[in-house]
């Protein structure tokens, strides 16, 4: 979801730091921050060609036609961009700005100063070619609803008219990839090919062209098309050869700098290591207990075993019975948004916009491969755009593999799925973002914040009485439903020890496979799911629980400093109104 502080484009660079600022004298204070704000402005449109394809997805579509050739020449030009607005961030004291654009500097800063890193030092340019894909881009450009058809298929044209020099680039940039990202790239590219062979292609022939513009469109499609296919040829190539042999697995080093850059926490990676192993323990606790309880209703006469972690597994593997049918698997979505959105009212929880839709479809080609489901929201320059709860298509499974999917989102975890996802989630978090005065903060996004919301809002409503709640299903199953939830959270629990021991510890599929199947109760089509994640992504899974963590204890509190006078919405509604801002901002920001 987060986009990628790497995709690019070249540009020349613009003195911002000598241009006179503002000449307010009777307001020090208030002088500093006008001229913040416009420094905001001229960075943002710097920011913006620097990275084209990351405004695209943002929905600022000034530089849609732009393809950044991703070469050491551009490399040089992101360096000298990053130093020349760090030297002029420098400029604004903290004591002198507010604190809306104290957390705004501190956001940029932050972003800028992992750009070196990046570059000089975690350098997946050269291990992940999943990177170099451009599906992504091209449909956001098409989804574009303030452009005629005709005109985007005219920028579309001109951006995939790079495409040679493009993955000449990329090919010169891959140097001993891993296998995992090798073998993503592959696949999401063939769905790029796909979507250009079918979507792309009936939007050519829906514009109104003269027959010859036509023509050349088609043509320059096929072209590019090709030199995707080039590009799938020579990963293909590495992999036959066995040139693929970088390790998934990054290190000691390298991870402790990527979570302290990525997740912004008060918490090291260790600390928050340990702080799940013993997360772990506090549920298997609360799991065991429900389990006796639970335990005659749905296994009748069978004996319990006394191992803990079996009984809880041979319970939840009967509970997890209770499923949609795969063909019903989106149908029962889209039932459940409507009668969440209205309990998240009755209850006072959040106000949330009639005005902004949320359309249920199923995942686009070019997405597949890493998630079940997600929510993309149009960018903070596209208030007006759709945002799409993306459901993974299940046609491709097995029987076995589509039923062992299936229980593990059962009737209860497929509720705390739109939770999380949508209704007051991803979804509702994204509306608010939207709506944040501070397009820095709406655009800088902090991982744990955003997963965070997402993780504190399924306890948070089960707190308030969704447990309780007969509109969805006739009938309210308390002990299920918070059995189901101690599963579903234990699963944020053990992302991190997965993520910590995978790169950390050199942990073993097995022993990875072991944990998620055994301690945390996953069916194997989740567990592999996971593990794949895990060796395709760093230090992301422990965003989860390190936000929650934050969030919940922050309510406690500040529910403790006011007392009677704490209001759930009025903190929900504040705490969501300073974009996606690092949670350790927020709290300074609130307090
Ligand atoms: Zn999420």
Known sequence: MKKLFVVAIASFLFSCGSKKESSNTENPIASKDVAFDAFKDRFMEELWKMYPGWATGSGYHKYDSVLIIPDDTYRTKELAFVKQYIDSLAGF????????????????????????????????FEWDPSQYNIGGAVSEILDNKKETLENKIRTVIQKIGKLEAYYAAAKSNIKNPTKEHTELAILQLKGTVGFFETSVTDSINKGKFGAHEQDKYNADLKVAISHINGFIAHLEGILKNNQANRS???????????????????????EIYQKALKRKEEILKDMSVLTKKLWPKYMKNAVMPANENEAIKALIGEIAKTHVSREKFQTEIERQIPILTKFVKDKNLLYMDPSKPLVVRKEPEWMAGVAGASI???????????????????????????????KEYNKYILQILNIHEAIPGHYAQLVYKNQSPSIVKAIFGNGAMIEGWAVYTEKMMLEEGWDKNTELNGTAEQDEMW???NKWHMRVVCNTILDYSIHNLNMSKEEGLNLLMNEAFQEKAEAEGKWKRATLTQVQLCSYFTGFTEIYDFREELKKQQGKNFDLKKFHEKFLSYGSAPVTEIKKLMK
């Open 483 to 485: 059995l189901m939830y």
């Open 93 to 124: 004291e903290d004591a002198s700005l507010n604190e809306n654009n104290k957390t705004d500097k501190a956001l940029i800063l932050s972003t800028l100063n992992s750009t070196p890193w990046a570059i000089n030092k975690f350098k997946s």
């Open 376 to 406: 993309s929201a149009p960018g903070p320059y596209d208030k007006e755009g759709d945002t799409f709860y993306n459901v993974g298509s299940l046609a491709a499974y097995s029987p076995e593999d589509a039923e062992s999917f299936l």
């Open 248 to 270: 998934f697995r990054i290190g000691k080093e390298l991870y402790a700098e990527k979570f302290s850059s990525d997740i912004q926490s008060t918490y090291s990676a260790d």
